[in-house]
Structure formats: C-alpha cells, structure tokens
C-alpha cells in the first residue's frame, strides 16, 4: 500500500522516545485516578473535564490535549477518541488511557511528532462512555461466559441504539430532497436517550469535532458510516446492503489509515471473517439503527468511524501489551488525518478552503 516508506518513518520517529506505561485493567476509581495522573504530569497541555453522568451518578470524564486547554483556538482542528460505550468492550478504555499516558510523556520528552499533534489540534479522550457497564462487566471477570454482561448502561440500553435516527430523515430527502448535513434533532430528543447518550449528544454540539473514533471490541475492523442501510439486513445474511455516504471516498481513506497502520487489522482474516484491506461500510456489515457513528455525521459533519479493535470483548490482562503495540501507531496516524486530509476540504467548514480533488470527494450540499 502507498505510504508504507511514509510509516516506517513515523515509526522510528514516534518511537525514539517510548513512554513507559502500565499494562493493566482500571477499574473507575482507577480511571479517574490515571486522567488526573496525566494533567497533573502536563498541566500546562491537558484538561480533566466532565460532560455529564451515567445512570449511577459516575462522571464521563474526558482529557483534552491542547497548547491552550479549554480554549478553541481559529482555524485548530478538534478531534476525539470515545471508548468502552459498550461496557464489556474493555480494550478501547485501556488504549485511551495508554494513550493519553503517552502524548504526556512524549510531549515531555520533546518527541517532535507529539509536539506538532498537541500544538497544532485539539484532542478530546473519553476513556469510558459507559462507566456502570464496565464494572458489571469487570465483575464476572474475564473468564466468565456471559458474553454480554455489562453491554448495556444500568437501564439495560445499548447505547449504540440509542441515539436519534437521523438517516431515515436523510434517506427521504435523497429521493425527495432537502439537506443532507446538519440534520436537526427531533423537539422531544432528550425525553428518546439515555443520560449517557444525552450527555455525548450536547458534547458533540458543543464542539466543532471534525474527526472522531468510536473504540469497540468483538471483531477487528474498521467500519464506515453509513450503519443503517437502505434496506433492514442483519449479522449472517448472504446478501449485503452497502450504504454509501456522499463522503465514501474519504471514509475508506480514513479507514485504510487505521487499518494499515495497525499492526494486523490490514491482512483482513481477523475472529473467523475476512475483511478486504481490514475495513468495511457499516451497512455492508450488518445493519444499525440509531448508532453515533451515523449521528455524528448527519447531526455535525464529524467524520465518525467505528473501530473493532479485539476478538475478545474483555482480553486478558497480560494481552493488553500486544494490543497496544499493535494500535499505538494507527492511534497516532489517525489524529494526523486531521491535519492531513480533512482540514484540507469541505468536512473543516471554512469556506476559503478548497475541496481536494484528488481524494474523489463528493461535495455535501
């Protein structure tokens, strides 16, 4: 694939300073304990803050990475990671908390690459979007067979189906017209989700996110919008429903940048199925009513991707090492894009850049 040479130069890059890092599972208290852990390591390029609660009262805190935190500077990219929205998919949280671990210590260092990313973006860490499933998941342990334990918040909700379903509303208005971005929320949205779910949705409307990764476990892919095709298919059916957005182009893109950077998601044959290139269309998948990665897009442009990053939905803890070697560059590289590609075209929103024709986009209306 092109861009290898251009990998192999990160890598010894990025790399030439390794931060060291804890390998193990972090319970809430923990969690909290390791954000504040980090900005109390980088004051000056970090913020611990919270965008709401879950049903139990448990903060959804983030850490933000910024040369000027809390303050959106014109023209700087904002970006985000969100993990664990499913509670027993424990591997995204870990990640996001090595990873947060190692911007600090790599900007301390003085890693050049770290520096450009801190100084030039603004990245937002959610670790857990479901604090209360985790830790009914990380009761039963990892050798427990109750598969979905802890899937869902304290109300039994998935949260990945509780989202208001703009793309009915969008698939209308391609065959009659009317707006296919920036798709308004019905009058009675908040009265439709979960606490955690409202708590995500006025985050992404408080933020001018342009980018976004939404960590899951279960499978190694990475999955493109849209999730919920034209016709209702689910998981095991021979025929497929790809749903392309007007952006398909830059989603595969997006996609191939996690898949190839990642150690190996990009050989496609990952938990007994096979995925060309290690990416694919959500719909082609399997259908999703009311996900984020749709809303996200529908609802504010960001450019949301769903990452399946394990097999195993709660790995071991001795495992957890191998995984973050295998997704600490694709984690990096997918920050980059940011600067790379989408601040370069129509997904920025600033009308004197141009559209990067090159990239075969089709410009949304």
């Known amino acids: 694939m092109p861009g290898l040479l251009s990998v192999s130069f990160h890598l010894l890059l990025l790399f030439k300073l ?127 067979s109750g598969y979905l334990v802890g899937r869902n918040n304290a109300n039994g909700v998935d949260l990945n189906r509780n989202f208001p379903d703009l793309n009915t509303y969008i698939y209308y208005n391609e065959k009659h017209g009317g707006p296919n971005h920036h798709l308004p929320l019905p009058d009675n949205w908040k009265s439709q989700v979960e606490p955690e779910t409202q708590a995500v949705i006025q985050w ?19 999955n493109y919008p849209y999730d919920k095709s034209l016709e209702h298919r689910v998981r095991g059916f021979r025929h497929t429903a790809d749903t392309p957005t007007p952006d398909d182009k830059l989603f595969q893109k997006l996609a191939k940048v996690y898949s190839y950077a990642h150690g190996w998601m ?35 442009n960001c450019f949301e991707i769903t990452l399946e990053l394990s097999c195993d939905k709660f790995p071991r803890q001795e495992e957890l090492q191998r995984e973050w070697l295998g997704n600490r560059e694709a984690l990096i590289q997918f920050l980059e894009q940011v600067t790379m590609a989408i601040t370069s075209g129509c997904c920025f929103q600033v009308p004197t850049l141009s559209l990067p024709q090159h990239l075969g986009l089709t410009q949304r209306q």
Request: include cysteine; charged fraction near 20%.
């Open 18 to 144: 390794v931060a060291p890092v804890t390998f193990r599972h972090h319970h809430y208290d923990q969690l909290v304990r390791t954000l504040y852990k980090v900005h109390n390591e980088c004051p000056y390029v970090t913020r611990v803050y919270s965008i709401g609660r879950s049903v139990k009262g448990r903060h959804l805190y983030v850490l933000e990475f910024s040369d000027y935190p809390g303050i959106h500077e014109p023209l700087e990219p904002e970006v985000k990671y969100v993990g664990n929205m499913h509670g027993n998919e424990v591997l995204g949280r870990e990640l996001l908390l090595q990873l947060a671990e190692f911007l600090c210590e790599e900007f301390r260092n003085g890693n050049q690459r770290i520096v450009r990313l801190v100084e030039g973006t603004r990245v937002h860490i959610l670790p857990s979007m479901n604090p209360d499933g985790y830790e009914v998941a990380a009761a039963q342990g990892a050798d427990s």
């Open 204 to 222: 992404i409307r408080s933020f001018n996110f342009v980018l976004s990764a939404n960590l899951h476990g279960g499978a190694v892919v990475a």
């Open 266 to 300: 990009h050989q496609g044959w990952n938990c007994g199925d096979y995925f060309p290139d290690g990416i694919t269309n959500g719909a082609s998948w399997y259908s999703l009513s009311k996900g984020m990665q749709d809303f996200n897009y529908l609802h504010s």
